[in-house]
């Protein structure tokens, strides 16, 4: 099956900083996702992204499908982004379960 | 956007016993999917659950453990059967309320076996 891959797979920053968090992944993919899962351990959706490059507040992603990779970008760094990311896909076939890599997590201190 | 409500959202058990988690979506869906996440671990596909049909297990998850409920199109239930320590996990249900779209979560139930 498909294997997904991030790096690094845990990250400390001071308040403010910025971040790139990576996801690579081993084969086509209908759909990629970027996840935050908080203390509570709900996943709360960041990025509907198969391709492209979308933005959101200090967050942004880029998926570059064709090279099978995906970045996250942290800008200004708070201490409520710490949590663990997750990057997640659904292979090409299509209404298959998104399969997870193991999470980055982020520990951001003030 | 998808709201997907999961319930209990946490609860203590005793080791023997089961518990059965209940997930509504607000939508009908097709398929929905059940994940376990192990303390400090990522997410593991327990099973997927298709409405009028049983349930597709993953390489090493079991009906008689996991057993999986799928009465309609918008609700799914999963059932930790005979449970022990290594039970102590977050289970999650998840869905695609639109095709080639994104999944949700729902809030997750975290299960503490004692």
């Known amino acids: 099956g498909i294997q997904v891959e991030q790096s690094p797979p845990d990250l400390i920053l001071q308040e403010g900083a910025n971040s790139t968090l990576r996801c690579n992944f081993s084969d086509s993919v209908n759909n990629l996702q970027w996840f935050h899962q908080n203390p509570w351990g709900q996943l709360i959706n960041l990025f509907y992204?198969?391709?492209g490059t979308k933005q959101n507040g200090r967050l942004s992603a880029t998926t570059v499908a064709t090279e099978r990779y995906s970045l996250l970008y942290i800008s200004s760094s708070q201490t409520t982004d710490s949590g663990v990311y997750f990057c997640?896909?659904?292979?090409?076939?299509?209404?298959?379960?998104?399969?997870f890599g193991k999470g980055t997590r982020l520990s951001v201190i003030a | 956007s998808a709201v997907i409500s999961q319930k209990p959202s946490r609860d203590i058990c005793q080791r023997g016993t089961s518990l059965t988690i209940q997930c509504q979506v607000d939508?009908?869906?097709?398929?929905m999917f059940w994940y376990r996440q192990q303390p400090g671990q990522s997410l593991t596909l327990i099973a997927t659950?298709?409405?009028?049909?049983?349930?597709?297990?993953e390489s090493g998850f079991v009906i008689d453990k996991f057993p999986i409920s799928r009465p309609n199109l918008t609700f799914s239930t999963l059932t930790v059967s005979n449970m022990s320590p290594e039970d102590s996990s977050i289970y999650l249900c998840?869905?695609?309320?639109?095709?080639?779209?994104?999944?949700?979560f729902g809030q997750g139930t975290r299960l503490t076996v004692v």
């Open positions: 939508s009908q869906v097709t398929m």
């Open positions: 997640a896909v659904e292979g090409r076939s299509g209404n298959t379960p998104l399969v």
């Open positions: 659950a298709n409405q009028g049909s049983e349930a597709t297990y």
């Open positions: 992204i198969p391709s």
């Open positions: 998840s869905a695609f309320p639109q095709v080639l779209s994104e999944a949700f």
